[in-house]
């Protein structure tokens, strides 16, 4: 059942993570190296992190076990995305992206 849970994970990660990319132009490679990157990897991976949590409903250690991050890494990035939501700008385009992501279908297990 683990298994299933980790791949389930996985999979939402991997949607926030394509959609994050796309959003600000960063590859799946530089979401997922284990270094900060630069300042709009960084970014992306904060809001595609951001968004595997709210989206989704993954608890904050659920996300980092996804994104291969500790779960302060997460917490952090969360917060900080929640306070640049202040802008509005930033907040019409995270409200798109959770829109996106809330509209995919749930990952499929079972074939």
Known sequence: MQFIQQSK??????????????????????????????????????????????????SLARVANAFLRDRSTVAYACHLIEDKRDDPAFDDMLEALESAARAAPAPVTDI
Do not use: E, K
């Not at 960063?26 to 991976?45: E, H, I, K, M, W």
């Open 9 to 58: 994970d996985a999979a939402c990660a991997r949607l926030a993570s394509s959609l994050s990319g796309y959003v600000f132009g960063v590859s799946q490679n530089d979401l997922y190296a284990p270094t900060r990157g630069v300042q709009n990897v960084s970014l992306a991976r904060q809001v595609a992190m951001y968004l595997t949590h709210v989206s989704f409903g993954l």
